[in-house]
């Protein structure tokens, strides 16, 4: 399965960006995905979490409450809205997915990844 990260940009502290993570090549709907992400200097880490089904959802720390992960598996889309942005949430944002049921919070168990999608926070 192929993935295309995009909707990332330029956005100002407090405001709200929707980035999509598009599937190609294979059914999505039997995939677990994650957002995580990557600042410069840091290692790549978890953002959020959802099943195949769209049940059980999973945040990191710093983004509960700001931060909503949704899929639409007819459209093959992931969706990770993020609102009340700040200057920290600056990073490339990557989308991942794998097989089977579970959804960590560690990159390794992931198979598929997208190419990244740059959000910039200004103050």
């Known amino acids: 399965v192929q993935l295309q990260a995009s909707g990332g940009g330029l956005v100002q502290v407090g405001g709200s960006l929707r980035l999509s993570c598009t599937a190609s090549?294979?059914?999505?709907?039997?995939?677990?995905t994650a957002w995580f992400r990557q600042a410069p200097g840091k290692e790549r880490g978890f953002v959020a979490a959802?099943?195949?089904?769209?049940?059980?959802?999973y945040y990191a720390d710093p983004v509960k409450g700001r931060f909503t992960i949704s899929r639409d598996n007819a459209k093959n889309t992931v969706y990770l809205q993020m609102n009340s942005l700040k200057p920290e949430d600056t990073a490339v944002y990557y989308c991942a997915a794998r097989t089977g049921y579970e959804v960590p919070s560690t990159p390794i168990p992931y198979e598929y990844w997208g190419q990244g999608t740059l959000v910039t926070v200004s103050s």
């Open positions: 090549g294979r059914t999505f709907s039997s995939y677990g």
């Open positions: 959802i099943k195949w089904n769209g049940g059980n959802t």
